[in-house]
Nanobody, 121 residues
Framework: VQLQASGGGLVQAGGSLRLSCVNS????????MGWFRQAPGKEREFVAA????????NYADSVKGRFTISRDIDRNTLYLQMDSLKREDTAVYYC???????????????WGQGTLVTVSS
């Protein structure tokens, strides 16, 4: 199973970006998928998670009300819509897949390569 993240870039504070993560693992589906991020000099942190079957979503407090996680079952693609971006959102964003619903990075078994989001003032 291979996860491929894309959509990062440079954006001004207050702007928006949408990240995508394609699961190219054929018919295999993870029970849950999530987004994590790692800023320079900091540890990787949880951003958002979604149960692939729908009905369960969690966000980090720092992104609640600004970020929206979603998935397209037919396209086997995970999204992260990021609005009202702040400088502190600057980080490499990773998508990941897990066999059960969790917000803990260590429980995710497959990771995308990461996509850089830079928010300027």
């Amino acid at each position: 199973v291979q996860l491929q993240a894309s959509g990062g870039g440079l954006v001004q504070a207050g702007g928006s970006l949408r990240l995508s993560c394609v699961n190219s693992g054929g018919t295999f589906r993870y029970s849950a998928m999530g987004w994590f991020r790692q800023a320079p000099g900091k540890e990787r942190e949880f951003v958002a998670a979604i149960n692939w079957g729908g009905g369960r979503i969690n966000y980090a407090d720092s992104v609640k009300g600004r970020f929206t996680i979603s998935r397209d079952i037919d396209r086997n693609t995970l999204y992260l819509q990021m609005d009202s971006l702040k400088r502190e959102d600057t980080a490499v964003y990773y998508c990941a897949g897990a066999r059960f619903y969790t917000v803990v990075a260590a429980h995710y078994e497959s990771w995308g390569q990461g996509t850089l989001v830079t928010v300027s003032s």
